[in-house]
């Protein structure tokens, strides 16, 4: 991102990320290169016109299309133990979150813990931290590589110890969650979007090519497209039959 904003930096502009990813989250990211443009789109965000989506692998066949997640969210460590500070919680004492899921499609990949996984699409209407993460795994569907809310929230503390290892990629199975930002959108403004990132599509069996376009507004955003398609579809007579052998479905 330096290289490509190094004309502004250099001149001595005053560049700011509108929308931030988690450290582990990959996706689009929009940078105003002027402070009137990050004021301008900050008050975007605060009135709630720049809507996102995001795609997540998760773990199980999901029983729902469609879901609605209205969940408050505080820090874990503000009323329980947690060894991880930022660990986020449900708590009715937390701040307001909501997000929509849509199941896009289920596939099966064959692993140590199952072969059952969903591609599901997220669509945030607040901004909480952790929240898309959080919500999926309080549905019993947690992100395909996430230590901290996946299987056991000590992989993300041995993970800081020894960095990535045989033992970790068997039991999460990628070296970091499997969430992307595929689409911003601006209310009258303009729309981005972006394909599933190059790892996230070759854990789906998919192929993915990235493309970057460039334009001459105060806004600088990487474009890329989805593909339609992330490993074979499954049936709902597979599905039938995967629970009927006791497969992972949710």
Same mark, same amino acid.
């Given at each position: ?21 988690? #450290? ?15 004021? +301008? ?52 004492? =937390? ?31 607040? =901004? ?58 601006? +209310? ?21 090519? #990235? ?32 629970? +009927? ?6």
């Amino acid at each position: 991102m330096r290289e490509l904003l190094a004309f502004e930096i250099a001149s001595g502009g005053q560049v700011s990320i509108v929308n931030r990813l988690d #450290r582990e989250t990959s996706g689009l990211v929009l940078v105003a290169k002027t402070a009137a443009a990050a004021r +301008d789109f900050g008050l975007l965000m605060q009135r709630h016109q720049l809507r996102k989506e995001y795609i997540a692998i998760v773990w199980g066949w999901p029983e729902w299309e469609h879901k609605i997640v209205d969940a408050p969210l505080e820090r874990q460590g503000r009323h329980q133990r947690s060894a991880i500070w930022l660990k986020q919680m449900i708590h009715p004492a =937390g701040a307001p979150a909501l997000t929509q899921f849509r199941v896009e499609r289920r596939f099966t990949k064959p692993t140590s813990f199952g072969d059952g996984f969903s591609l599901v699409r997220a669509f945030p209407h607040t =901004g909480r931290t952790h929240q898309i993460r959080v919500h999926l795994s309080s549905l019993g569907h947690s992100i395909v590589g996430d230590k901290i809310y996946g299987p056991d929230e000590q992989l993300y503390l041995r993970f800081i110890e020894t960095g990535w290892t045989p033992e970790l990629q068997q039991k999460v199975l990628l070296p970091r969650h499997a969430l992307h930002s595929v689409k911003l959108a601006i +209310d009258g403004r303009g729309e981005w979007s972006t394909e599933l990132a190059p790892d996230l599509a070759e854990f789906c069996s998919g192929d993915s090519s #990235r493309s970057v376009r460039r334009t001459r507004s105060s806004l600088w955003c990487a474009c890329m497209r989805l593909p339609p398609v992330c490993g074979p579809p499954v049936t709902k007579r597979r599905y039938r039959q995967l629970q +009927d052998h006791g497969r992972p479905v949710s």
